[in-house]
C-alpha cells in the first residue's frame, strides 16, 4: 500500500512538471502508456504464472526445482524483454500514427518519449523475474522498497530532465 502512495506521489510530481514544460507535455505519456502497458503484460502474465509454480516448489522445500525454474524465468524474461523491445521500437511509428491516430501537434515528442520507454520493456523484465523469485520466498518488503526507492529518484530526477 505504502508503495502505491509512493507511485502515485510520483505521477503527481510528474504531472506538474510537465505541465511546467509545455502545453502539449501531458498529452506525450498519455499516448504511449496503454500501448506500453499492454506490452508489459505479457511478462506480467509470465511472472505471475511462475510465482504460484515458485510458490508451490518452495513451500514443498524443492530447491533445485527452485532454481530450476527461477533460471528459465529469469532468461524467459529477458528474451522476451528483448522481442518485446524490437517490436515496440519497429512498430512504433505505425502504432501512433495508425492505430493511436496521435495529433501531429506532438507525434514527434510522442515518438521521442517512445523510444526512450522501450528500454523500459528490458528493465521491467529484469526486475520483474527477480521480484518474482524474491516473493515466492516469502520476501515481498524488499521488491516493494526497490519499486518505492526508484519512484522517489525518479521524481527527484523529473525537476532535472523535464524542466532543467
Known sequence: MLTDV????YNIADTY??????????AVPRQNWP?????ISIIIGITDANLAILSQYV???MYDKVS?????LFTLCVAISIVLFLVYESLKLHIFHHLI???????EY????AEII???????GIAMSLATIMQSFGDMRTPAMVMGVGAVVNAVLDSIFIVG
Not at 522501450?118 to 521491467?124: E, G, N, Y
Open 6 to 9: 509512493i507511485m502515485l506521489m
Open 17 to 26: 512538471w510537465l505541465s511546467r514544460y509545455s502545453q502539449y507535455a501531458l
Open 35 to 39: 500501448i506500453f502497458l499492454l506490452f
Open 59 to 61: 513451500g514443498a522445500k
Open 68 to 72: 530450476e525454474v527461477s533460471s528459465k
Open 101 to 107: 491516430r496521435t495529433p501531429s501537434e506532438i507525434f
Open 110 to 113: 510522442v515518438i521521442e518519449y
Open 118 to 124: 522501450a528500454f523500459d520493456l528490458i528493465a521491467f
